[in-house]
């Protein structure tokens, strides 16, 4: 089982573009959950997906979006980039009511 | 806004037991515990989780205070790879779906 994997790595970004970061959940797995997490900091929620639906959504703005595939992999998508978003994006999943599973991480610098 | 609050970090000796102490006051009465760790640079990892009764598993123990306001995890004989931020969450309503991290305690293995 190859767990919650995540892709690419590390991405540098300029400001204004626009970024895809993309999650594959353990398998078995139907839920997918995004977080985003500063230096220094823990992770701050961003929004899950189930049944390809957006079910749940912390405080992020509208530039944070995504998408979750009938496979159960999922998108995370940022546009107009700003130097705030550089951080380590975090994808987990899960299934039903049991503990979520984090991917390793992509790293997200914007210069 | 995170419904824990724990020390900002802890030390402890190696082959010693590792007691993390956290306060979880305005806990509702279905609500689980829930605490994962992160050591540097990686996804955060599930620990343990509880609701009432003390937990143990392969890694950890739970120990949960009868009003439920506070719990300790034990890490029963700490190595120098458990050093790591050690997170304990109260996750929104019954299911581990909206996880709010707090920034953790920093745990520090003492060779």
């Known amino acids: 089982d190859a767990g919650v994997t995540q892709s690419p790595t590390h991405l540098i970004k300029t400001r204004g573009q626009q970024v895809t970061l993309r999650c594959s959940p353990k398998s078995g797995h139907d839920t997918v959950s995004w977080y985003q997490q500063a230096l220094g900091q823990g992770p701050q929620f961003i929004f899950q997906y189930y049944e390809e639906e957006e079910r749940q959504r912390g405080n992020f703005p509208d530039r944070f979006s995504g998408h979750q595939f009938p496979n159960y992999s999922s998108e995370l998508n940022v546009n107009a980039l700003l130097l705030g978003d550089s951080a380590l994006y975090l994808c987990a999943s899960s299934l039903g009511d049991g503990e979520q599973f984090f991917g390793p991480g992509t790293r997200l610098t914007v210069l | 806004d995170a419904k824990t609050t724990q020390p900002t970090s802890m030390d402890c000796a190696e082959g010693r037991a590792a007691n993390l102490p956290c306060n979880h006051s305005?806990?509702?009465?279905?609500?689980?515990v829930y605490w994962y760790r992160q050591i540097h640079s990686q996804g955060p990892q599930y620990i343990i989780h509880g609701l009432k009764n003390n937990e143990t598993n392969e890694m950890a123990s739970l120990i949960i205070t009868e009003d439920r306001k506070s719990s300790t995890l034990i890490l029963p004989h700490a190595t120098l790879r458990d050093t790591a931020v050690y997170y304990c969450i109260v996750p929104f309503g019954n299911r581990d779906d909206k996880i709010i991290f707090g920034k953790g305690t920093r745990l520090h293995i003492l060779p």
């Open positions: 305005t806990i509702s009465g279905n609500e689980y």
